[in-house]
């Protein structure tokens, strides 16, 4: 069975960094492409960042600049570097790598 093992969540300042970690078991990930989403209360999941297993990468809009997806093949793990947070970005972030979902970090930011 497939797991993904997201860390890294808290409370930060706005204006401070977070780094989300996910932690893949079994042989997906080197397949795979990876992805961050967050879900904010009484809102829609919505993507973040994704990375093939080439290393490409796309983000949202409301991120670039801002976040930083990354992987590690050697260690199936796959991150986001989180830089410059807004109050907008308090959710709950899943990493996911299809069909597989992580069961959530909460990352909330203080104004």
């Known amino acids: 069975q497939v797991q993904l093992v997201e860390s890294g969540g808290g409370l930060v300042q706005a204006g401070g960094s977070l780094r989300l970690s996910c932690a893949a078991s079994?042989?997906?990930?080197?397949?795979?492409?990876m992805g961050w989403y967050r879900q904010a209360p009484g809102k829609l999941r919505e993507l973040v960042a994704t990375?093939?297993?080439?290393?490409?990468?796309n983000y949202a809009d409301s991120v670039k600049g801002r976040f930083t997806i990354s992987r590690d093949n050697a260690k199936n793990t796959v991150y986001l570097q989180m830089n410059s947070l807004k109050p907008e970005d308090t959710a709950v972030y899943y990493c996911?790598?299809?069909?597989?979902w992580g069961q959530g970090t909460q990352v909330t930011v203080s104004s």
């Open positions: 990375i093939t297993s080439g290393g490409n990468t």
């Open positions: 079994g042989s997906i990930f080197s397949i795979n492409a």
């Open positions: 996911h790598g299809f069909p597989y």
